[in-house]
Every structure is written in C-alpha cells, then in structure tokens.
C-alpha cells in the first residue's frame, strides 16, 4: 500500500458484519484504496487509540477538500487525539506545550489547505470528457 489513500475510500464496507474486538466489542472496518486496488482495514489489527486517528481521516479530508490521504493530514488526526497531546505536553515542558501545540496545528493546517482541492462530487475517475 502506498503513502495515500482515496479520501472518498474511507468508509464503512457495504456489505459483511464488523468483527469482534478482543474485548468483546465490534469495531468497524473501514475501506481504503491505494494505486488501483483497496483494502479493508481490520479494526481488530489496531489499537483503539490508531483506529480513532484512521477513523477521524475522512471528515478531516472533506474539511480540507482533499483528495488523498497523505502523512500530514494523520498527523492533523493524531494531534486530536488525548493521549498524543499529553505525550507532547511532556515533551514541551510546563509552559511551553500550549504555544507549541498551536503552532504545530495552525503550520500543519496550513499546509493541508494550501494542496489542490477537490471540487464537484461523486464522477468517476476520467469523467470530464477531453
């Protein structure tokens, strides 16, 4: 699998019965394509916490109006996340961990808004005659 995956591949299999967490509970799968097939991502193959971070991938991609998923917009994902902002803030040091945190999102953010958007819906891949 490469670096990237489709935006609009990040859903919920259409067909077939979530599996069953090792604690009992099911967790979903989600869909991903990358180059010219997919996969479907197991959510029994993550931690709970890495499953959140794929599953926050889709709205962060919609919100940017981007087409692929790539490296940057996890990283926008995981820094939602509780855990990955106590680990940071202890690795800032008092004081420092807020005004670090908000630079890292706002450079981050940026960047993610300054890649080519997506625009128009759903057409398939060549659509757009010529």
């Known amino acids: 699998m490469r670096g990237w995956a489709s935006a609009s591949s990040l859903l919920p299999p259409s067909s077939g019965s979530p599996p069953s967490s090792p604690r009992g509970r099911a967790r ?6 990358a180059g ?6 197991n959510g029994d193959t993550y931690t709970e916490k890495a499953f ?24 926008l994902s995981l820094l939602q996340d509780d855990t990955v902002q106590r680990i940071l803030s202890k690795a800032a040091g008092k004081g420092a961990f807020s005004s670090m945190m908000s630079r890292l999102v706002q450079d981050v953010e940026a960047y993610v808004a300054s890649q080519p958007k997506v625009s128009g819906g759903g057409g398939a891949e060549g659509d757009g005659g010529g």
């Open 28 to 33: 979903p799968q989600l869909r991903m394509q």
């Open 36 to 41: 010219g097939g997919g996969e479907t991502i």
């Open 52 to 75: 959140e971070a794929l599953q926050r991938l889709a709205p962060a991609a919609e919100k940017y109006s981007v087409q692929f998923i790539e490296a940057e917009l996890l990283l």
